[in-house]
């Protein structure tokens, strides 16, 4: 059958097309990572550079801390993901399937957490985390982000219920269940790629949170992956590969829970429990 | 086979009875934590961004706190200000076609990512690798791309004849907008790419073999299933999109401050600017509130829009 | 006997517990953010300094953690204002009125005399900078003023002598420096470079031209008028090198210094830390790299980089260990250091001796350069200097790039300065 397969053909390279388009930056981000760091500005640019070395990432492994960076990353981000998600599955089905007031009125308010710049923010919230006592502990960061994700969290995960008939919820309360265990056995297990993305929402954004983390939280033993790489932008000098290299080595963890939970984006874990 | 109508109110007969009350505990209780968590952290810098704005302060000192005469004094300088005007002007460009960018390029990376290929995994999981950069890191590479006499872009417009000199990006206004909207949309693509391609995994495949049985086309299928089913994703994919637009300040101040000569100065350049350099923080903060209603009204724009369910 | 020897063993663990406890309770830890903590050999120096002065104070401990620059104010503001300042403040001088004006820094006056310290009489003359309402707020650790960086390689390629001395030779040396090497239509050496986006380093060059203009005024008079003869003979200068092709356009400082150092420019204005960039460059281009003074006819470009402070409202004997670490810091001893470790000029004259001046050869230029620095700040603008930079770097971006009436932009920025004055 040619006609399917010239439009594989097609879909093949229109895909790989997207991606060299779309990933060009991401690319010479590499290129620029492993040239060495007085030749930035060489031209005709190098698309294949002759001068390689990987002396900005041995700069990166070895000299700077790293692998303390990915480890206060990484506890700030899982706790973050914990927090979030839950908090925001349980919002996002209140609002799914109660329509008294007050709870549509909530899920608007959620959103205005989203509303003001950094600016604004970062004096007022320094202060409530001084008062609690937060100020150098990670738990301030796991709420700051925490507030942060939840709206986004609430609301996509409401259209998603949306799209899960009571019926299922109501069969498993007849047979017993209390409602909110037809909630976790049977709504959430169907609502995987809305979880999933979620999950990734919150990664993305707590791994790459900038202004919290430098603000509320001090010392390069706390440090996160932002900072750390923000360190390499001195006063009066900006060490270019390094901060290509550290950044290359920081994408790495969230692209391999990405990876993990891809799985998850399919159809069929959602739809299959729809058919009647 | 049945799908769940809209939800229905509850039944008049019940409201009193001590189940319905029950059920609205549940329900208040099911949203007490984000509730709780978002006002605890959120509640009191709005309250007090507001009442800052009607104060005249320089620097919000928490020792002090906010004494003085209330007043519309900030509103009404900020007004009169050609600057602020001409920030707005400019944030409202930025927004729309930073978000309209986003969203075009996700949605159609999602469509390709679902059909299915070999390798599919594979070019998922690239085709977001732009999300986790740090934004500043982002801006730093565009800043070079963008570089008249040696970035690559002017390179390569030159070596394909699309330009006939190199295009002078970040010393003229609108080029310089360009620049700064291409990293933007760099960076918030893959927001739309994962939202509108989980969002497609909960649309039943039945629905396309029955319009595919019915003699439509895949644009027909895509219009008349896809996009009603993908509705409320996209609607709050576009809030959170826009409300995230509005607040950007890493990518535009390191790869232009905000110019030249103001072009590429949003609110939220201008907000950071007047309360961390300036430290007019009362004026910063009316600034704010007018993103404030911005982002209100943007929401509830792509809300009610995209608000009838489709299940 | 048993028991005799137990209790004697244990009075002496109790003894030994009661001086550990003793000891332990007199540690203190003073708190000492800095931007400059991982700096490739400025932190080198702090870090010895603050060795010595732990070592001199046991029970003592700095804790010197590195903010990212970028962010450091914002986040000394922010501490500031919710209440939590450090304990030894580090800042960059340019971020030092709002502190003062809050009254946030603690009056050194007292202790400057009562110590009869060598800041009040062998400091860099941009001291004067960090007072404030007739109060001594700070204490300057780096004052600088600009020195021309310059290639002689490509010099001597261009068959150019020396470095230029005044802005006519400049403009001129930059046309010939500006060279298409290897014929392919391409620009591949720049004669000059300056920032020509909104970030900070605009305004910085024109100032300088400003300066050689007008070598005993200001970009303001004392009446708030603007200097408009000399502000427009800068724009001049800048306008024709722009004009000539002779910098390359869309650039910020981080840009500047990066053409310089691989040599994609001839020559850059910079600070004394353009040493820093020099040893970045790739070996060939670095032997060729060298330092002259300021092509601004002996009127040199300057001010102060960064201070020390001590926070308002700690307690006195926080407030003394800060003092004493102050102190140790203006000693002869650690002045000299700062040129042998961090490879600067120190604040204070007098403590560079021949042997260390030969050491690095661009000593003596820096050193030059700061006692004779004419600081950038105008007198009358002090407090409001960062509105009127961002203002004077869009004047300049719009006359200087885009070609705008000078006349017009001088009106403009007048009727903001007034704004301002007011």
């Given at each position: 059958m040619p006609r399917r397969r010239l439009a594989t053909v097609l879909l093949y390279a229109l895909v790989i097309a997207t991606l060299v388009v779309l990933l060009f930056p991401f690319y010479w981000m590499v290129v620029s990572a492993i040239r060495p760091g007085n030749q930035l500005l060489s031209y005709p640019p190098q698309f294949f550079p002759k001068d390689v070395t990987f002396e900005a990432f041995q700069a990166v492994l070895r000299r700077s801390n790293i692998f303390t960076w990915f480890k206060n990353s990484t506890v700030v981000t899982a706790f973050t993901i914990l927090v979030a998600v839950p908090v925001s599955a349980l919002a996002g089905f209140a609002m799914s399937r109660f329509r008294y007031r007050g709870v549509q009125e909530a899920g608007y308010l959620l959103l205005t957490a989203r509303m003001l710049p950094a600016s604004l923010l970062i004096i007022p919230l320094y202060a409530i985390f001084a008062q609690l006592g937060l100020i150098n502990n990670f738990a301030s960061l796991v709420v700051a982000n925490t507030t942060f994700i939840v709206p986004f969290g609430a609301w996509m995960l409401k259209g998603?219920?949306?799209?899960?008939?009571?019926?299922?919820?109501?069969?498993?309360?007849?047979?017993?269940?209390?409602?909110?265990?037809?909630?976790?056995?049977?709504?959430?297990?169907?609502?995987?790629?809305?979880?999933?993305?979620?999950?990734?929402?919150?990664?993305?954004?707590?791994?790459?949170?900038?202004?919290?983390?430098?603000?509320?939280?001090?010392?390069?033993?706390?440090?996160?992956?932002?900072?750390g790489i923000a360190s390499f932008n001195q006063q009066y000098q900006l060490q270019w590969s390094e901060i290509m290299a550290a950044s290359l080595l920081f994408v790495v963890p969230v692209i391999l829970l990405f990876a993990f939970l891809e799985r998850y984006l399919v159809e069929g874990i959602a739809a299959g429990g729809v058919k009647q | 086979m049945t799908t769940a109508q809209t939800v229905p109110r509850a039944p008049r007969r019940r409201r009193f009875s001590r189940s319905a009350l029950r059920n609205r505990l549940y329900a208040y209780a099911l949203l007490a934590p984000a509730v709780v968590v978002v006002l605890l952290v959120i509640v009191y810098p709005l309250v007090m961004a507001a009442r800052l704005s009607l104060h005249d302060v320089g620097i919000f000192r928490v020792d002090r706190g906010l004494t003085g005469e209330m007043s519309f004094d900030n509103y009404e300088a900020m007004f009169r200000s050609r600057a602020f005007w001409k920030s707005l002007r400019i944030t409202l460009y930025y927004v729309f076609f930073g978000v309209l960018g986003s969203f075009a390029v996700g949605l159609f990376t999602a469509v390709l990512l679902n059909q299915p290929f070999r390798g599919r995994g594979?070019?998922?999981?690239?085709?977001?690798?732009?999300?986790?950069?740090?934004?500043?890191?982002?801006?730093?590479?565009?800043?070079?791309?963008?570089?008249?006499?040696?970035?690559?872009?002017?390179?390569?417009?030159?070596?394909?004849?699309?330009?006939?000199?190199?295009?002078?990006?970040?010393?003229?206004?609108?080029?310089?907008?360009?620049?700064?909207?291409?990293?933007?949309?760099?960076?918030?693509?893959?927001?739309f790419t994962i939202s509108i391609l989980a969002g497609m995994q909960?649309?039943?495949?039945?629905?396309?073999?029955?319009?595919?049985?019915?003699?439509?086309?895949?644009?027909?299928?895509?219009?008349?299933?896809?996009?009603?089913?993908?509705?409320?994703?996209?609607?709050?994919?576009?809030?959170?999109?826009?409300?995230?637009?509005?607040?950007?300040?890493?990518?535009?101040?390191?790869?232009?401050?905000?110019?030249?000569?103001?072009?590429?100065?949003?609110?939220?350049?201008?907000?950071?600017?007047?309360?961390?350099?300036?430290?007019?923080?009362?004026?910063?903060?009316?600034?704010?509130?007018?993103?404030?209603?911005?982002?209100?009204?943007?929401?509830?724009?792509?809300?009610?829009?995209?608000?009838?369910?489709?299940? | 006997?048993?028991?005799?020897?137990?209790?004697?063993?244990?009075?002496?663990?109790?003894?030994?517990?009661?001086?550990?406890?003793?000891?332990?309770?007199?540690?203190?830890?003073?708190?000492?953010?800095?931007?400059?903590?991982?700096?490739?050999?400025?932190?080198?120096w702090w870090n010895a300094l603050i060795a010595e002065f732990e070592a001199q104070h046991p029970g003592v401990d700095i804790v010197f953690t590195h903010e990212p620059f970028a962010s450091y104010n914002d986040k000394m503001v922010t501490r500031f204002a919710a209440g939590n300042p450090p304990d030894i403040l580090h800042l960059p001088a340019a971020n030092f009125m709002i502190y003062a004006q809050e009254g946030w820094l603690a009056p050194l006056d007292e202790r400057l005399a009562a110590s009869n310290s060598p800041v009040l009489n062998e400091w860099t003359p941009v001291q004067s900078g960090c007072e404030y309402e007739g109060q001594t707020l700070c204490v300057i650790v780096l004052g600088y003023g600009y020195v021309l960086g310059w290639n002689e390689a490509a010099f001597q390629e261009a068959g150019l002598s020396g470095p230029p001395t005044n802005s006519a030779e400049l403009i001129e040396y930059a046309k010939r420096l500006t060279v298409d090497k290897d014929g392919d239509g391409t620009i591949d050496q720049y004669g000059f470079v300056f920032p020509t986006v909104t970030h900070s380093g605009v305004e910085t060059h024109t100032t300088a031209f400003l300066f050689e203009a007008d070598p005993d005024g200001h970009w303001v008079?004392?009446?708030?008028?603007?200097?408009?003869?000399?502000?427009?003979?800068?724009?001049?200068?800048?306008?024709?090198?722009?004009?000539?092709?002779?910098?390359?356009?869309?650039?910020?400082?981080?840009?500047?210094?990066q053409y310089f150092v691989e040599g994609r420019s001839a020559m850059m204005f910079e600070g004394?830390?353009?040493?820093?960039?020099?040893?970045?460059?790739?070996?060939?281009?670095?032997?060729?790299?060298?330092?002259?003074?300021?092509?601004?006819?002996?009127?040199?470009?300057?001010?102060?980089?960064?201070?020390?402070?001590?926070?308002?409202?700690l307690s006195p004997e926080r407030e003394q260990l800060a003092w004493e670490f102050i102190e140790l810091f203006t000693s002869q001893e650690w002045q000299s250091k700062y040129a042998t470790i961090a490879g600067q000029p120190p604040a204070r004259a007098g403590v560079l001796t021949e042997e260390i001046l030969e050491q690095n050869p661009n000593m003596r230029q820096y050193v030059v350069a700061a006692d004779t620095a004419k600081d950038y700040i105008p007198p009358l603008l002090a407090e409001d200097y960062t509105r009127f930079r961002d203002l004077a770097i869009e004047a300049t971006l719009a006359v200087v790039v885009q070609g705008a009436d000078a006349d017009a932009e001088l009106d403009r920025l007048q009727a903001e300065v007034d704004r301002i004055l007011r």
């Open positions: 998603f219920f949306d799209s899960i008939p009571r019926d299922l919820e109501h069969a498993a309360m007849i047979d017993g269940t209390t409602a909110f265990m037809a909630f976790v056995r049977v709504v959430v297990p169907l609502s995987l790629p809305g979880l999933a993305a979620t999950t990734i929402y919150c990664a993305i954004l707590t791994w790459g949170e900038f202004v919290f983390a430098s603000t509320l939280v001090s010392g390069e033993a706390r440090w996160t992956g932002p900072i | 594979l070019a998922r999981v690239l085709m977001v690798l732009p999300w986790p950069v740090p934004g500043v890191v982002a801006a730093t590479m565009f800043t070079w791309i963008f570089n008249s006499s040696f970035g690559v872009l002017n390179y390569l417009l030159l070596k394909s004849g699309i330009v006939a000199q190199p295009v002078q990006w970040f010393t003229k206004p609108v080029p310089a907008l360009v620049a700064v909207l291409v990293a933007t949309i760099w960076k918030g693509y893959p927001f909960s649309i039943p495949k039945e629905l396309y073999e029955a319009a595919r049985v019915d003699g439509a086309g895949p644009i027909q299928q895509f219009r008349f299933i896809t996009i009603p089913a993908l509705r409320s994703v996209i609607g709050i994919s576009l809030v959170v999109a826009t409300l995230w637009q509005f607040r950007v300040f890493d990518i535009i101040f390191v790869m232009t401050g905000g110019g030249p000569t103001g072009a590429t100065e949003t609110l939220a350049i201008q907000i950071y600017r007047e309360a961390f350099q300036y430290f007019e923080m009362s004026y910063a903060a009316a600034v704010g509130m007018v993103t404030l209603a911005l982002s209100v009204i943007s929401t509830f724009f792509y809300l009610r829009l995209t608000s009838r369910s489709f299940y | 006997m048993k028991q005799r020897r137990l209790i004697r063993t244990l009075a002496a663990a109790l003894a030994a517990l009661t001086i550990v406890a003793a000891a332990s309770a007199q540690t203190i830890t003073l708190d000492m953010p800095s931007w400059q903590a991982t700096e490739p050999g400025t932190s080198d008079d004392d009446q708030g008028r603007i200097n408009r003869d000399a502000a427009k003979a800068a724009w001049a200068v800048l306008r024709q090198l722009v004009e000539d092709g002779s910098v390359p356009l869309g650039l910020d400082n981080n840009g500047k210094r004394p830390w353009i040493q820093g960039n020099i040893d970045s460059a790739a070996p060939e281009i670095r032997a060729g790299l060298r330092v002259a003074p300021l092509p601004t006819s002996g009127v040199i470009y300057g001010g102060a980089s960064n201070v020390l402070a001590i926070p308002a409202g």
